[in-house]
């Protein structure tokens, strides 16, 4: 079973950047699409950015030119770099492992445990 573990959360100003990891593990990690959830208090987890196997990605509107997802099949790892965070992009962040089918992501049931980000002064 993969495990996936993220990491790089923490408290940032708005306007600040971080960069969160989530590494996998076990062989299978080149062959999957990865993605970044989060969910915020009170909502629903909500789709941030996805990566295919090949590198193509997509985004949600609300982080598009902000965030950007990438990986690094060697190290078995995804990452996003968040630019210009807002208050709003408060939530905990979830590492995700799952598939494209007709150019839709789709998530299998693989879920890192989360790392919290949160946007304040």
């Known amino acids: 079973q993969v495990q996936l573990v993220e990491s790089g959360g923490g408290l940032v100003q708005p306007g600040g950047s971080l960069r969160l990891s989530c590494v996998a593990s076990g062989s299978i990690f080149s062959i999957n699409a990865m993605a970044w959830y989060r969910q915020a208090p009170g909502e629903q987890r909500e789709l941030v950015a996805a990566i295919s196997r090949s590198g193509s990605t997509n985004y949600a509107d609300s982080v598009k030119g902000r965030f950007t997802i990438s990986r690094d099949n060697a190290k078995n790892t995804v990452y996003l770099q968040m630019n210009s965070l807002k208050p709003e992009d408060t939530a905990v962040y979830y590492c995700?492992?799952?598939?494209?089918?007709?150019?839709?992501?789709?998530?299998?049931?693989?879920w890192g445990q989360g790392t919290q980000v949160t946007v304040s002064s």
């Open positions: 995700n492992r799952g598939t494209y089918i007709s150019g839709t992501y789709y998530s299998y049931d693989s």
